[in-house]
């Protein structure tokens, strides 16, 4: 899997790049582990916090609440990652929310034995879950940031990889957090996730100080700038900027992503101001030597065309589908196979994990594929849809089909929530992979690719559990994931069919755009 190196000339093949610089590929490997531990956290209370809160004798509602809550805080903070980034700088944000989310997570594990009245458990979990979605929420932001610092030649692939690991941590959490609730109750698993995340807090700085000394050493070699905005390495991530070097750092960074990511929505053939090579030839200006960096420095800054806008927002509306039932079913099926069906946290765990693994597998089988197509030119949003539809597939097997409301717990019913559940995974992976794809292309700067993406996720998420919840205690969990069955299908009659025009709409006034930026460029 390659992708074009930002010299223009041929494909950069991902691990070719991390064997040659070796501190490099240790910070990379660092923030692929912290990636893999923030989600294994979110995943580790999966199979029993429900159980846990209606033990207490809450209502049904508050099971979906208590979820809701870190994932909508992950999403409210993403309107802040740019000013935090620019106050304390990404290497900073990183070491803030994974000791905020790590000492809240530690914190947590106290809440089972400090009271046994219902509506104080649930307030104080909420509020515990709330700071610890802020800290998810930071730390999420600076990797996506840090990665585009540490090596914007293979953005690309490593995005890829990095679904892998989220993946990976969204399969292996929830099986931990059964295991370890039934050795020791509810403590254990939040202190071991807890005390996984600060220990990453620590490592991982680290790791990145090494990293900038190979991106040192590159900008003492002749014919090479010193970074992609003319600053020195030391600025890149770890020390506060001032307002302007921020602007004139992300529009570098900016051209490095679009570099190697613009064609993954381009039309059939491209987009006529990218040349054969993959080189952006007009004002996303690669950044190969000090006359194209003071070019772009003088170019004016890019801001999304009403298109780009409308798509942005289409694109965002199907994440937050598909993640309204993802979330909706994270939160009130464990409650559903443990009461209806009488498992154990263990057995919880692994059906939920399953969900992880399927969107692992998918998303590593499809990202070779949109790798392939955007170097074909021929990437759309039609994956997008394509996802949204086994979304809804996937909602009504889980709620499930009229002919097994009524029937007695059995191994029928049970397959098919399992497959559903299964299913559910599919279809994120194959919204959210593309989805990523658009947004990092049709953003105004990278850090906005970030916040969009974990914004409407993680609001997606929030908004599932929150609603069907509430919909499970009036009406029953059938209802509750039909619920979210209903809210697909209006995004595929409504807003679905307006995708293929918007995008094409989008592409053209991004041509006019960035050449009529790159003749102002060259006359300044």
Known sequence: MGSAGSDGNSDLEMWAFLRARPRTRGAVYALWASFFVAYMNVGIPVSYLPTVVTRKGAAVTWVGISYAVQPLAIAMTQPFCRKVEQWVGNEAMFQYGCAVAGVAT???????????DAATFVALLCVNRFIGGVGEGLLDTAILNIY???????????????EGVIGLGIAVGPFLGGLFYELQGFELPMLVGGGMIIAMGRATPWALRRARADRSEEAASPGTPSSDDGSTPSEES?????PSQSTRRRESRLSLLRSVSVDACAPPGGFPHRS???NSSDSDLSCSGPLENDVAAAAPPRTATSAEMLLLLLVALCVVCDCFAFGAMEAITPLRLHDFFGMTEVAIGTIMGGTGIAYLICGTLLGGY????CHAGTMNATPIIVGQVLNFVSCLLLAPVPALRDAEPGALECAV????????????AVVCIPAMGLYSTYAPHPSAASQLFNGSLNLGLGLGATICGLAMAGYGYPAAMSDAAWLSAAYLVLIAPWLPSVHARAAREATTRDAARRMVAERV
């Open 370 to 373: 949109v790798d392939k197509w």
């Open 106 to 116: 530690v914190l947590c594990a106290a809440l089972d034995w400090l009271t046994d």
């Open 417 to 428: 929530v399992v497959v559903g559940s299964l299913l559910n995974g599919v279809a994120m």
């Open 148 to 162: 585009q610092d540490v090596a914007p030649e293979i953005i690309a692939q490593i995005m890829g990889v990095s």
């Open 276 to 278: 054969s090579g993959g």
């Open 238 to 242: 770890g020390s506060p900027m001032s």
